[in-house]
């Protein structure tokens, strides 16, 4: 079973992926009103993904023998003042998650709870690579500059995510 203390924690995560799914569902959206729709696709697959997490937390709460309780997902901002700057906001939104898988895997640890720290370890490990491509499209956008070839040719890339 689950301490009270992770359980919450877990929570607290769940809710943490599904205002992420929110977050790219809203970059998405941005995306697309600017006609980068490569870019909008990246994102959905993104909010899908999170949504996947945010599963993943919950039936590890249930198989615990824990109570799942949802809370209010507050609202993401709906605008960036460029594609540069929605990601880099992805990164850092990205290290933010890390940090708090970070924080539940320090308190199973600590209470030798090793089925939660176990589970975490797939976390952990899916958060290097999700920093990693979030860094990565950051890094190409700021060698794009305003060249908007290379916008384009970006835009075309990002079109070819599929859902894992």
Known sequence: MLSKKIENAINKQINAELWSAYLYL?????????????????????????????????HHVIERRGRVTVAAIAAPSVIWKSPLNAFEDAFKHEQKVTGMINDIATMAATEKDYATTDRLQWFIDEQVEEELSTDTIVQKL??????????????????????K
């Open 26 to 58: 809203s970059m998405s959206a941005y995306f697309e009103s600017i006609n980068l729709g490569g870019f909008a696709n990246w994102m959905r697959v993104q909010a899908q993904e999170e949504v996947g997490h945010a599963m993943k937390f919950y």
């Open 142 to 163: 700021k060698m794009i500059g305003t060249n908007t070839g290379g916008l384009y040719m970006l835009d075309r890339e990002l079109s070819q995510r599929k859902i």
